[in-house]
Antibody, heavy 117, light 110 residues
Framework: QVKLVQSGTEVKKPGALVKISCTASGFLLTSNHMHWVRQAPGQGLEWMAVITPPGDATFYAQDFQGRLTVTRDTSTATLFMELSSLTAEDTAIYYC??????????WGQGTVVTVSS | QAGLTQPPSVSMDLRQTATLTCIGTSNNVGYEGALWLQHHQGHPPKLLSHRNDHRPSGISERFSASRSQNTASLTITGLQPEDEADYYCSAWDRSLSAWVFGGGTKLTVL
């Protein structure tokens, strides 16, 4: 069964860093483009980044340039998203998703990140 | 970052047909098409249509996607109560080297 399982809820203080994991099963993480998307409270979906096979090239949304890093550990079939210099505006649900044949066809369950002092 | 344009809300009667639109540019929707997602709050989004307008397996034939130049559309026939959700389009933007989303359309089934 193709599945993405994300790490649990995070509560962070402003200025901190958060690292979320997304573990794949049922398919090879290196076979697909893998994305991160988030949804802030009351807002729409926002694309953040993609990591592409086979050379692990990454593309980031302009809004996150310089504070977002996406990596992949093939030995554990795990994707990581690290976001630094957190502010209250980064409070959101973060999703990892697989791109296949031009669609985001498999999604993680979402990770709630709350940034609060 | 420039996104795609979707109407914020659409309301249609039960069993009627709703057509949701997504306006982009020749650099995104007009380039490789748009995908469509259905999102019920509290759940991950669900893919309704790939960028080539193909429906994933398991998605009802009541959902169909199409594109005309820089505008993508999602048509939902025979509206059901469970179709009430937020609908998003998304496309790769070659000028930004980034994916862009529409702001989403909240569909209400009356």
């Amino acid at each position: 069964q193709v599945k993405l399982v994300q790490s649990g809820t995070e509560v962070k203080k402003p200025g901190a860093l958060v690292k979320i994991s997304c573990t794949a099963s049922g398919f090879l993480l290196t076979s697909n483009h893998m994305h991160w998307v988030r949804q802030a409270p009351g807002q729409g979906l926002e694309w953040m980044a993609v990591i592409t096979p086979p050379g692990d090239a990454t593309f980031y949304a302009q809004d996150f340039q310089g504070r977002l890093t996406v990596t992949r550990d093939t030995s554990t079939a795990t994707l990581f998203m690290e976001l630094s210099s957190l502010t209250a505006e980064d409070t959101a649900i973060y999703y990892c998703t697989r791109e296949a044949t031009g669609g985001f066809d498999v999604w993680g369950q979402g990770t709630v990140v709350t940034v609060s002092s | 970052q420039a996104g795609l344009t979707q109407p914020p809300s659409v309301s249609m009667d039960l069993r009627q047909t709703a057509t949701l639109t997504c306006i982009g540019t020749s650099n995104n929707v007009g380039y490789e098409g748009a995908l469509w997602l259905q999102h019920h709050q509290g759940h991950p989004p669900k893919l309704l249509s790939h960028r080539n307008d193909h429906r994933p397996s398991g998605i009802s034939e009541r959902f169909s996607a199409s594109r005309s130049q820089n505008t993508a559309s999602l048509t939902i026939t025979g509206l059901q109560p469970e179709d009430e959700a937020d609908y998003y389009c998304s496309a790769w933007d070659r000028s930004l080297s980034a994916w862009v989303f529409g702001g989403g359309t909240k569909l209400t089934v009356l």
